[in-house]
């Protein structure tokens, strides 16, 4: 499974779109994008996943690039409630490696 | 009620002994996985399941037995607990059909080894 790149830690002003960027440069043609989130020492919560093509849902959006080698999480209008760590996952496989995520602090 | 549940949810114990992680799950998911957390750190996989009676090592195996005799459950067990087992340990299952993709966790069993 391709291993992922976040930056350790962001800050999102309250109100303001939260574009959390994924690298996974070694991603292979059958192997997902998918992200997670953290709150305090909850277990983690699904978000959204994707493939190649550019997804939605209620919680956030999900931009990959073309040649699939990087990614962006969208969190259109980040609330305080937002502040978590964020994981982003690529996987082929059912073998789901988190890795260190981005720490998001959504700030009043 | 339908989840993912873990038991127990605290539990400390001493150096050497055995200590069996329960996760159970109602939803006849296939796939279930087991994680640790250290403090300050994110999920490593420590073993998988595909189904009963199939299982498979994850990132950080060692020290650890699984079984799952039945869909619903997975145990996780440390045979000789060491120290650096104190972690929080997280149990998930893996959706299917329309939850396809999407992990479930338990909210995790907090393991201290004195």
């Known amino acids: 499974d391709a291993k992922t790149t976040q930056p350790p830690s962001m800050d999102c002003a309250e109100g303001r779109a939260a574009n959390l960027p994924c690298n996974h440069s070694t991603i292979s043609g059958n192997e997902y994008v998918y992200w997670y989130r953290q709150i305090h020492s909850q277990g983690p919560q699904y978000i959204i996943h994707?493939?190649?093509n550019n997804e939605t849902n209620e919680m956030a959006s999900l931009i990959i690039t073309e040649d699939r080698k990087s990614s962006t999480l969208i969190l259109p209008h980040a609330t305080l409630r937002d502040t978590a760590v964020y994981y982003c996952i690529v996987s082929g496989t059912y073998k789901y490696i988190f890795g260190t995520g981005t720490r998001l602090k959504v700030l009043a | 009620d339908a989840g993912i549940t873990q038991s127990p949810r605290y539990k400390i114990t001493e150096t050497g002994r055995q200590v069996t992680l329960m996760c159970h799950q109602t939803w006849s998911h296939s796939y279930m996985f087991w994680y640790r957390q250290d403090l300050g750190h994110g999920l490593r996989l420590i073993y998988y399941?595909?189904?009963?009676?199939?299982?498979d090592k994850g990132e950080v195996p060692d020290g650890y037995v699984v079984s799952r005799s039945k869909t619903e459950n997975f145990p996780l067990t440390l045979e000789s607990a060491t120290r650096s087992q104190t972690s929080v340990y997280f149990c998930?299952?893996?959706?299917?059909?329309?939850?396809?993709?999407?992990?479930?966790f338990g909210e995790g069993s907090r393991l201290t080894v004195l």
């Open positions: 994707g493939l190649k």
């Open positions: 399941s595909a189904a009963a009676d199939i299982t």
């Open positions: 998930a299952s893996l959706g299917q059909g329309v939850s396809a993709g999407e992990l479930f």
